[in-house]
């Protein structure tokens, strides 16, 4: 069986006793196995990092920058076989995981812009003689932690810009479909980045706890769930590093009375079902703003979701592929009985989709559930299924306290034609990502992706130039070079 190593210094390796299953979710069988680090594995890789951190450091920004360049040209170039190896593990189907790859690209193209990114700061004649400049030097070793449900563009958020600001990195990806991950830094090393600069280790929480405790590692930064991401967040700063972690999410989206209401509905098709729901923006709430608008979009969402069609990654007419485990699959099915067991209406009901062809996959087909109310189970907490909830409400005012009253704060869309109700909307909504009729407003690379409230654990978001920020450290200097013959006194008094 095809057996998923480590890349620790250029080279791959299989050091591992322990071995986890990899599935094809589509089918529900096991298709390779992943090699789950010990510590000693994770340790090789960050003396590795460690060694090569003096000679990336000194490498001008430009040079750093031409290895992007080339890396991007790689991910263009195979990009058929990147997308073949995320359905195969993920499930997506092939047009998503373009997507998912082009948004990673976008990533590294930002990173080519090092040299311009990492300019600094510089004042002339603060004082007599005196100048003064700011530079964002490299931390050293830096780690990155991602979840499962974007193996190729939630990584991208993180090595590539903590590499041109000089740092050398260690990535763990999701054990559960880590292929195109190590692929993708394979591509990397071949567009002629230094051994030991990047280094993917395999592997899972005995794998994490060493790169949250070892003193070389500088800085983590962390995708997945809220329980896992404040747990990383309060050991890693236990520890003295820097540490950004994004959390889970539950995603509103208020539909007002005076939106467009079929533009709308494919809107929340897209956002609620793509990837399954598999996605930290997805729109899981839709908050409907009087009787008759909610009944308007229930029975519009029951008509459009009738042509969906759930299969496997390869067929592109698929709109959405299956969830990644049998586990998950469970946790998603549990959620739907315990809202119709909370007294919600199941009014398309993917509980049981029946693929043909495709009987042992993954598969939850599209849900859509009516009448939820905020202190149901299935409301409270992140599905992350294929699954849309309805909440009826009266009043704009209400349908915002429902969002700032939940715990997650990631992203959130409000469809309106009121440009005074939208502006309002994003003034006050206790959310970081907000769309106004753009139902997944992910900030492009040039921006910063973060949460608010328990979606994010820490002050700075990700990629964009928080990135620059989070992979660097400020330093400022101040420089005297008086004229010749001049002698400065003594002085006791703070220097003004
Ligand atoms: P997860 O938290 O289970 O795993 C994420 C990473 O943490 C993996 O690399 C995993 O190996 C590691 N991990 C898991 N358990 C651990 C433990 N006990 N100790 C140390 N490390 C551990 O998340 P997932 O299921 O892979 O991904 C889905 C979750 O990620 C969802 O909650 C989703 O909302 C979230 N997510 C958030 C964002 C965001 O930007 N906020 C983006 C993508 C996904």
Same mark, same amino acid.
């Given at each position: 069986?095809?057996?998923?190593?480590?890349?620790?210094?250029?080279?791959?390796?299989?050091?591992?006793?322990?071995?986890?299953?990899?599935?094809?979710?589509?089918?529900?069988?096991?298709?390779?196995?992943?090699?789950?680090?010990?510590?000693?594995?994770?340790?090789?890789?960050?003396?590795? =990092?460690? =060694?090569?951190?003096? =000679?990336?450091?000194?490498?001008?920004?430009?040079?750093?920058?031409?290895?992007?360049?080339?890396?991007?040209?790689?991910?263009?170039?195979?990009?058929?076989?990147? @997308?073949?190896?995320?359905?195969?593990?993920?499930?997506?189907?092939?047009?998503?995981?373009?997507?998912?790859? /082009?948004?990673?690209?976008?990533?590294?193209?930002?990173?080519?812009?090092?040299?311009?990114?990492?300019?600094?700061?510089?004042?002339?004649?603060?004082?007599?003689?005196?100048?003064?400049?700011?530079?964002?030097?490299?931390?050293?070793?830096?780690?990155?932690?991602?979840?499962?449900?974007?193996?190729?563009?939630?990584?991208?958020?993180?090595?590539?810009?903590?590499?041109?600001? #000089?740092?050398?990195?260690?990535?763990?990806?999701?054990? *559960?479909?880590?292929?195109?991950?190590?692929?993708?830094?394979?591509?990397? /090393?071949?567009?002629?980045?230094?051994?030991?600069?990047?280094?993917?280790?395999?592997?899972?929480?005995?794998?994490?706890?060493?790169?949250?405790?070892? &003193?070389?590692?500088?800085?983590?930064?962390?995708?997945?769930?809220?329980?896992?991401?404040?747990?990383?967040?309060?050991?890693?700063?236990?520890? #003295?590093?820097?540490?950004?972690?994004?959390?889970?999410?539950?995603?509103?989206?208020?539909?007002?009375?005076?939106?467009?209401?079929?533009?709308?509905?494919?809107?929340?098709?897209?956002?609620?079902?793509?990837?399954?729901?598999?996605?930290?923006?997805?729109?899981?709430?839709?908050?409907?703003?009087?009787?008759?608008?909610? &009944?308007?979009?229930?029975?519009?969402?029951?008509?459009?979701?009738?042509?969906?069609?759930?299969?496997?990654?390869?067929?592109?007419?698929? &709109?959405?592929?299956?969830?990644?485990?049998?586990?998950?699959?469970?946790?998603?099915?549990?959620?739907?009985?315990?809202?119709? $067991?909370?007294?919600?209406?199941?009014?398309?009901?993917?509980?049981?989709?029946?693929?043909?062809?495709?009987?042992?996959?993954?598969?939850?087909? $599209?849900?859509?559930?009516?009448?939820?109310?905020?202190?149901?189970?299935?409301?409270?907490?992140?599905?992350?299924?294929?699954?849309?909830?309805?909440?009826?409400?009266?009043?704009?005012?209400?349908?915002?306290?429902?969002?700032?009253?939940?715990?997650? #704060?990631?992203?959130? @869309?409000?469809?309106?034609?009121?440009?005074?109700?939208?502006?309002?909307?994003?003034?006050?909504? /206790?959310?970081?990502?907000?769309?106004?009729?753009?139902?997944?407003?992910?900030?492009?690379?040039?921006?910063?992706?973060?949460?608010?409230?328990?979606?994010?654990?820490?002050?700075?978001?990700?990629?964009?130039?928080?990135?620059?920020?989070?992979?660097?450290?400020?330093?400022?200097?101040?420089? *005297?070079?008086?004229?010749?013959?001049?002698?400065?006194?003594?002085?006791?008094?703070?220097?003004?």
């Amino acid at each position: 069986m095809n057996t998923i190593g480590h890349l620790i210094n250029g080279q791959l390796v299989t050091t591992s006793q322990r071995m986890q299953d990899v599935y094809n979710p589509a089918t529900g069988e096991v298709s390779k196995q992943v090699a789950l680090a010990p510590k000693e594995t994770v340790e090789d890789a960050i003396a590795a =990092a460690q =060694a090569a951190f003096p =000679a990336w450091r000194d490498t001008p920004p430009l040079k750093r920058a031409r290895v992007m360049f080339r890396f991007k040209e790689l991910l263009e170039q195979n990009s058929d076989k990147i @997308c073949q190896m995320i359905g195969e593990e993920h499930g997506k189907i092939c047009h998503d995981a373009a997507g998912e790859l /082009q948004r990673g690209i976008e990533n590294v193209e930002y990173a080519c812009g090092a040299p311009e990114l990492l300019k600094g700061e510089f004042s002339k004649n603060v004082g007599p003689n005196i100048d003064s400049w700011s530079e964002f030097q490299p931390l050293g070793v830096v780690a990155g932690i991602t979840p499962f449900n974007f193996p190729a563009m939630v990584p991208m958020w993180m090595f590539p810009l903590a590499i041109v600001c #000089g740092n050398t990195f260690i990535l763990k990806p999701s054990e *559960r479909d880590p292929s195109s991950t190590l692929y993708i830094a394979q591509l990397l /090393q071949e567009a002629g980045l230094p051994e030991g600069v990047l280094n993917v280790v395999n592997g899972d929480k005995e794998a994490v706890d060493v790169l949250l405790t070892d &003193d070389r590692i500088k800085a983590v930064s962390f995708v997945g769930s809220t329980p896992i991401a404040e747990y990383i967040y309060a050991t890693a700063s236990a520890n #003295g590093k820097r540490c950004q972690a994004l959390g889970g999410a539950k995603n509103h989206a208020i539909v007002m009375p005076d939106a467009d209401m079929d533009n709308a509905v494919n809107q929340l098709l897209g956002a609620a079902f793509g990837s399954s729901g598999e996605r930290c923006m997805a729109l899981s709430v839709a908050v409907a703003v009087g009787e008759e608008a909610a &009944d308007a979009l229930v029975a519009k969402m029951q008509t459009a979701m009738k042509n969906l069609t759930v299969g496997e990654y390869s067929d592109k007419t698929n &709109d959405f592929g299956p969830v990644i485990t049998r586990d998950h699959q469970q946790k998603v099915v549990g959620y739907i009985n315990s809202a119709e $067991a909370d007294g919600a209406k199941v009014v398309v009901d993917g509980r049981e989709p029946n693929i043909s062809g495709y009987e042992n996959g993954f598969f939850v087909g $599209a849900t859509l559930i009516d009448g939820v109310t905020a202190g149901m189970q299935s409301y409270k907490e992140e599905i992350f299924g294929p699954v849309l909830q309805v909440v009826r409400v009266n009043t704009m005012e209400e349908a915002m306290q429902l969002i700032n009253d939940h715990e997650y #704060g990631n992203g959130t @869309c409000i469809f309106t034609r009121d440009g005074e109700a939208a502006r309002y909307f994003s003034n006050h909504i /206790q959310v970081g990502m907000v769309g106004i009729n753009v139902p997944l407003p992910v900030p492009v690379a040039y921006h910063s992706f973060g949460g608010w409230k328990r979606s994010l654990f820490g002050d700075l978001h990700a990629y964009g130039p928080d990135g620059v920020r989070f992979y660097t450290k400020r330093k400022t200097i101040t420089q *005297r070079w008086p004229s010749s013959g001049v002698r400065e006194g003594v002085s006791f008094a703070f220097p003004s």
